[in-house]
């Protein structure tokens, strides 16, 4: 009966970052630095008002594009960091995750045989993504900028089959990030074509050198872009599932539909965790940017003393140093240093082929785990060259 299973389904991969996790999970000793998710709890004023939620008896199905108070807490954190206007009855739609941000946007504006613009390398969710709508993703070489994406990269890929392009900034893998002129600079192209752009600001609240600037709010982007973003990082509340979309009204009432039929609605224990999370937490980010900052430096100066070329990263909690001069493929770094150092990190070739002669590092760990890791990493290139 295989024979009978949807071939695009069928064609899809696990992620590279998954297999690697499965891998390390055999290895008892090792030191993980692969995972994309906050080591901070959830703050517990967030948790002491889901399980308010709970013994309220407030389990039930709410509206399906979110409740309206949290859809408003929502629409109100984005105007006041991001100076984002959405109106919260028609604009907003509370997700299961970024992840099914993503799923809807894509299912809402994609057909058979579309072009999907990704600057590479970029997170892995979108491709998969793009494929089950029949799309084809085309990837855009950033590495002679600094893994950022400008005009004059983007202009050769956009055809007329192009729908979309995705910019994740600040960005996983890289944690780099364009800056507002960076962002204008690409507005201008974008602005005069009949293409969506599908900003993904899941990282938004951790910038470490400047404020984060959305690009709808430049120029008139605000009409072809749809903003995802959500608590998974900025609340350490990966595992509640609260993600967001914004998105003109002639673009969210077709979502909505698609959110309908998929989820009904997030959950509702979450929802409530998420509006106490956007009221009373407004700021929660910031000690945790503070212990980001800290562990980036840390990081970025140890691996520049090993010899290890990278630009340092802005934004995110990752770091993605070249590890070409050790004349070996991302995957065969990572498979020794885990092998002799018990050390784990993803392979740049996870990120897209543009990703190759790379690894990827999560610093969202703490001081300590990462000191080791250091330590294990300087001991591993001694042995190398
Ligand atoms: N976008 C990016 C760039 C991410 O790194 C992640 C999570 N690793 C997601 C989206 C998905 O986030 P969520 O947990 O909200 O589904």
């Known amino acids: 009966m295989e024979h009978l299973i949807n071939a695009k ?30 080591d901070f709890p959830t703050p517990d004023h967030i948790m ?5 939620a709970i013994d309220a008896h ?24 991001y100076g984002l206007h959405y109106k919260p009855e028609t604009e907003v739609i509370v997700t299961t995750g970024a992840s099914q941000a993503l799923d809807i946007t894509l ?10 613009i990704l600057p590479g390398p970029i997170y892995p ?17 950033t590495r002679s900028n600094g893994f950022k994406l400008t005009a004059e990269l983007l202009e050769p890929h956009i055809t007329e089959k192009t729908r979309c392009i995705i910019l994740c900034y600040p960005s996983n893998p890289t944690g780099r990030v364009l800056n507002a002129r960076e962002l204008a ?26 404020p984060h600037t959305s690009l709808a709010t430049i120029g008139n982007m605000r009409d072809k872009t749809i903003v995802i973003n959500g608590l998974s990082k ?12 914004f998105a003109p009204e002639y673009l969210s009432q077709h979502m909505v539909k698609v959110h309908q039929y998929n989820v009904t609605c997030a959950s509702s224990i979450s929802q409530y965790a998420a509006l106490e999370a956007l009221t009373n937490g407004v700021d929660d980010a910031l000690p945790m940017k503070q212990a980001y900052i800290e562990r980036r430096d840390f990081v970025y100066d140890r691996l520049t003393e090993l010899g290890f070329e990278l630009d340092k990263p802005e934004g995110a909690f990752y ?6 001069r050790f004349g070996l493929s991302s995957m065969e770094f990572t498979m020794k240093l885990l092998d002799e150092q018990r050390v784990a990190v993803v392979p740049g070739d996870a990120f897209s082929v543009y990703g190759e002669g790379y690894i990827r590092i999560s610093y969202a760990y703490s001081m300590e785990v990462l000191e080791k890791a250091m330590e294990r990493f300087g001991t591993f290139v001694r042995g190398l060259s």
């Open 107 to 116: 299912r809402t504006i994609l057909e058979p045989g579309c072009e999907v």
């Open 58 to 81: 407030k389990t039930t199905y709410t509206p399906n594009p979110g409740m309206p108070e949290l859809r408003q807490a929502a629409s109100a954190f984005a105007n006041g960091k």
């Open 125 to 141: 969710g979108y491709e998969p993504l793009v494929r089950l709508c029949g799309g084809e993703p085309v990837y855009v070489d």
């Open 9 to 38: 389904v069928k064609d899809i991969q696990i992620s590279g970052i998954r297999k690697i996790s499965n891998l390390v999970s055999t290895y008892k000793d090792a030191l993980t630095l692969t995972i994309g998710q906050p």
């Open 234 to 245: 900025s609340h350490s509340m990966t595992g509640w599932r609260i993600g967001f979309t």
């Open 48 to 52: 002491t008002a889901a399980k308010a």
């Open 319 to 324: 770091m993605f140093p070249s590890i070409e």
């Open 185 to 210: 600079d690409m507005a201008r192209l974008l602005e005069e074509k009949q293409i969506f752009v599908i900003s993904d600001e899941i990282y938004s609240e951790l910038i470490y050198d400047g």
